[in-house]
């Protein structure tokens, strides 16, 4: 139900995993944009993945959870320079995934066509999402 208190972790623990391995890619995508400087759209992965935290009345606890597990599985598995970079790619992207989830749930209660202002990576200090 929608106001279940259990994290989406324990309550659906297969989709909660096929969210991980598709956060964890998106992970991947930005620390290699980042490294060498390619072109890539994580943006998009990031909307897809928050659409589905959406439908399924993921929390931002549950976005949080999602982003530390990932985090944590990974960082062993790596140098600390690469796990540091990780850590801070990471803030990066949970929060664009936050935000987007934020959009995805104000389109749903307003029934609006709201627009996603999630805060992409690539806008300066300076630019303001049109209102």
């Given at each position: 139900?929608?106001?279940?208190?259990?994290?989406?972790?324990?309550?659906?623990p297969e989709t909660f995993d096929k969210l991980a391995q598709h956060y964890h890619q998106?992970?991947?995508?930005?620390?290699?944009?980042?490294?060498?400087?390619?072109?890539?759209?994580?943006?998009?992965?990031?909307?897809?993945?928050?659409?589905?935290?959406?439908?399924?009345?993921?929390?931002?606890?549950?976005?949080?959870?999602?982003?530390?597990?990932?985090?944590?599985?990974?960082?062993?598995?790596?140098?600390?320079?690469?796990?540091?970079?990780?850590?801070?790619?990471?803030?990066?992207?949970?929060l664009e995934l936050m935000g987007y989830l934020v959009?995805?749930?104000?389109?749903?209660?307003?029934?609006?066509?709201?627009?996603?202002?999630?805060?992409?990576?690539?806008?300066?200090?300076?630019?303001?999402?049109?209102?």
């Amino acid at each position: 139900t929608t106001l279940d208190p259990l994290p989406l972790r324990e309550r659906l623990p297969e989709t909660f995993d096929k969210l991980a391995q598709h956060y964890h890619q998106v992970l991947e995508l930005a620390l290699q944009q980042r490294s060498y400087k390619i072109e890539t759209n994580i943006s998009d992965e990031l909307r897809n993945i928050s659409e589905q935290l959406g439908l399924l009345y993921a929390r931002p606890r549950d976005v949080v959870d999602l982003h530390s597990i990932t985090l944590r599985n990974k960082i062993h598995q790596v140098t600390t320079t690469r796990a540091q970079a990780y850590l801070e790619e990471g803030r990066l992207t949970v929060l664009e995934l936050m935000g987007y989830l934020v959009s995805f749930y104000r389109r749903y209660y307003t029934g609006a066509e709201a627009q996603d202002d999630a805060g992409d990576p690539s806008r300066t200090n300076g630019e303001q999402p049109n209102a």
